[in-house]
């Protein structure tokens, strides 16, 4: 979803295990380790802070694209709600694509004792989707992934009214995830399922005053691009 690449190679190399990382981290060494962000500095702060493996200190791109899955097209249809995008996201092709604008990640040798051994965030500022059912519209936006704790944060506004600031919307389900692949610069992982958290059914259900939401309905699945240089 936190000093240099050393080569071109070494730099896939590194790019793709902390894209591994990220995309499984909701499975058992991160989930044994920390469940929130102040769980794991408070894990972390126990041990002596290693020298990272690999580093990406500064993310330039390039997306996270999420293929929005057909039971969550026939739930939004149910509830009468209408998606939107907002800023600089893009619904291509039944997929909500959101430019990574920003973030760090680190990468810690996974069978030492320092966890989470993959921290960070990965930035989307400027960009989200709405939902609209009638009069009322929920913005989503500015998404935040922290690797370390498989979540998903971003803002939410509803009418126009900030309702929460980097609110947990998302969680990340690296169990279907797929092999990593290269292209020129870039590594790309996809499989992680993206499903609704239960701070987000909350709100959405007494937003749009329904129970239909619930805590672990499947958005989509998401594919993570980045620049390995």
Known sequence: MRKSIFTTV???AASGALLFSLAACSSTDTAASSTTTSASSSSSAMTSTPKPLASIPA??????????????GAALKTLGL???VIGTAQLTDGSLIFPITGGKVDYYDPAEAYRPFV????SHA????????????VDLTNFTIDPGTSKLYGDVAVN???????????NLDGSTLMPLKTEGET???????VKISDVAAGLLNKTFKTDAVKEGMLVGVATITVNTK
């Open 82 to 84: 209408t998606p939107g």
């Open 10 to 12: 070494g730099a896939v």
């Open 187 to 193: 590594a790309i992982l996809q499989g992680t399922e």
């Open 119 to 122: 921290q960070g965030l990965i």
């Open 160 to 170: 126009g009214t900030v309702a929460a600031k980097q609110a947990y919307i998302f």
């Open 59 to 72: 993310l330039t791109g390039t997306t996270t694209a999420v293929k929005l899955d057909a039971s969550f």
């Open 126 to 137: 400027g960009s989200g989707f709405s939902l609209t059912a009638g009069d009322t519209k």
